[in-house]
């Protein structure tokens, strides 16, 4: 049914009619409306779950860790430094392939502090083995978590899945969003069943000590299953589209590729405005396009190769930074053409970062940036005046 | 696409009234995206929320810097910026503040001073204007009708809080209409 909802109260319908038999999690801004409104539905009886308040969010994760290994669907939430305290227990989470899923209201890191969205937080879980969605609005992130739960529990994938979502931008937005019948979840989403789980009849011991002789596997078939749900992906989504009537983009979106000469690669709630500003230069003539990247981990190689690799001029727009090198995303394309043919000129930008807003204007002026030399990182929207003190910054 | 900025101090309702007017428009099968921009995150903290009304599809994410209209629910919020200077040309502006208050002027922008606080505290007893300054704004610009107002209170709130806060929506899109128009 279609609604006027805010973004946390959205994802909070879109978690209830998943219908997890545990949640925990620990407030964190701005994260905290999601697991506000789903107390509220366990208060109510609406939601029949067992929501467990904890003291952290290193217990939060552990106890969403205990409930999976006991065969029971979980769900957590997190932002920011709330992440970063969690990220022990999710690398644990995604070594045991515990299918858990969790959203990560996007959030810049401290210090200094910031409540506000950028997404260094989810970005400093890239590596733990966690599956990363990245949303631009409030309806993909309803479709991505109901598709979030399907993909975490695939007997063939188990591995965790984090929906990343703008804080604020998304979680405290209001827009008309679309909420699935019930009756059409349970069509999409079986109830899950785990082969192996604690169990008191039958006793197994999980994550236990494995040596140099045996580590090396778990990383290896972690990265095989994250080659493999590239093939899985694409097959859930026909099932979600079938049962819902909507299209879902699982691994990027293409915007007015064709014929492009310059694009931008971007990622969340950004996408709409980068969207928009293609659109007007279309309309003056411009051949420019836009793609939005959705899933991060597994990273869509071929796929992404195969849309881009006519583009000659591409800049990338990353609303985190890997300090000392440049943003995540830029080398991650910029991989992406290694020793391939007809190589685009690659730019790299940060932006947003502590939500610094991204305009229409500063867009155009990336789409400018592409015609001269190449820029490996760059910020954007950067107020040069408030760099002072003794160091000169150029 | 129309857009308002709501100019408020944490904790006067600027987040509400943009998510009742979003939900009015939506109720009348309008786009609508409504949403809040925080300065530091405490209470009496000048904040802004922020409403898109469009006839398409909204996509973009960046904060509204040119509206066609503004909602003031804090007048103190007048002293320190000027709120007029990048609003669209023949955009009007709906400021919450007493009958004895100074009339702020802008150059090509309607200026309706609305004693929202004082509506509110006769009905409720609290300064809490920003329902009644809803109310004046729809009488204004006709962006969305009273009822569809009345209907995403009822959508929000129960009981006595829809009660009073309907009626201060009314209050103040008849306090608009008598003298404005």
């Known amino acids: 049914m279609k609604d006027f909802l805010e973004g946390s109260h959205a994802v909070a319908h879109a978690v209830k009619i998943c219908k997890p038999g545990v949640i925990s999690a620990y407030p964190i801004t701005p994260q905290t409306h999601i697991v506000e409104n789903l107390a509220e539905f366990v208060a109510s009886g609406e939601l029949k779950t067992e929501f467990i308040n904890v003291e952290s969010e290193h217990s939060a994760a552990s106890v969403v860790l205990g409930s999976l290994a006991m065969g029971v669907r979980s769900y957590t939430a997190s932002s920011s430094q709330g992440l970063l305290l969690m990220e022990e227990v999710l690398y644990n989470i995604a070594g045991l392939r515990l299918p858990l899923v969790i959203t990560c209201a996007n959030r810049a890191v401290s210090a200094p502090l910031s409540i506000w969205n950028d997404q260094q937080d989810s970005e400093a879980l890239r590596d733990a083995g966690v599956i990363q969605l990245y949303v631009e609005n409030i309806q993909e992130a309803v479709d991505l978590h109901l598709f979030a739960f399907r993909l975490a529990e695939d007997p063939r994938v188990l591995l965790p899945v984090m929906v990343c979502m703008d804080g604020f931008v998304l979680t405290h937005a209001y827009e008309a969003v679309d909420i699935p019948e019930e009756s059409e979840v349970d069509s999409f989403l079986p109830p899950l069943e785990l082969r192996e789980k604690l169990d008191t009849e039958n006793p197994l011991s999980m994550g236990i000590v494995s040596d140099a002789r045996f580590y090396m596997e778990t990383r290896y078939a972690i990265q095989e299953t994250m080659k493999e749900a590239i093939v899985i992906m694409p097959e859930l989504k026909k099932d979600f589209i079938q049962i819902t009537g909507r299209n879902l983009n699982v691994f990027f979106e293409s915007y007015k590729l064709e014929e492009a000469q310059k694009v931008i690669i971007c990622r969340g709630s950004v996408s709409g405005t980068v969207k928009e500003v293609v659109d007007e230069m279309r309309d003056e003539g411009h051949k420019v396009g836009a793609l939005k990247l959705i899933s991060y981990r597994p990273f869509p190689t071929e796929e992404l190769y195969r849309a881009l690799k006519n583009i000659p001029l591409i800049g990338v727009l990353d609303r985190a930074i890997s300090l000392g090198s440049s943003g995540p995303m830029y080398t991650e394309f910029k991989a992406l053409f290694q020793g391939k043919e007809g190589t685009p000129k690659i730019s790299g930008f940060i932006g947003g970062l502590g939500q610094r807003d991204i305009t229409k204007k500063h867009v155009r002026e990336m789409f400018e940036k592409l015609d001269g030399e190449e820029i490996t990182c760059e910020f954007i929207n950067l107020n040069v005046e408030y760099l002072m003190g003794a160091r000169k910054y150029t | ?181």
């Not at chain 2, 000048?46 to 066609?68: A, G, K, L, T």
């Not at chain 2, 009905?123 to 009644?132: I, P």
């Not at chain 2, 129960?158 to 309907?166: E, H, L, P, R, S």
């Open chain 2, 1 to 181: 696409m129309r857009q308002i900025s709501i100019h408020a101090r944490a904790g006067q309702g600027a987040i509400t009234i943009a998510s009742l007017l979003g939900t009015a428009a939506f109720l009348e099968g309008k786009q609508a995206l409504a949403f809040p921009h925080f300065g530091a995150a405490r209470m009496g903290a000048p904040m802004d929320s922020f409403v898109r009304i469009s006839e398409q599809e909204i996509r973009i994410r960046s904060q509204i810097y040119e509206p066609n209209y503004i909602l003031v629910v804090d007048d103190t919020l007048l002293r320190g910026y000027n709120f007029f200077q990048n609003m669209i040309p023949g955009g009007a502006s709906f400021i919450n503040l007493s009958e004895q208050g100074y009339l702020p002027e802008a150059e090509g922008i309607s200026v309706y001073c609305i004693p929202a606080d004082d509506i509110a505290e006769n009905l409720f007893g609290k300064r809490m204007g920003n329902t009644a300054l809803l109310g004046a704004f729809s009488a204004g610009t006709g962006e969305v009708s009273l009822d569809s107002l009345q209907k995403a209170i009822d959508k929000k709130f129960d009981g006595k809080i829809a009660d009073v806060n309907k009626k201060a929506i009314e209050e103040g899109y008849n306090y608009f209409k008598k003298k404005y128009t």
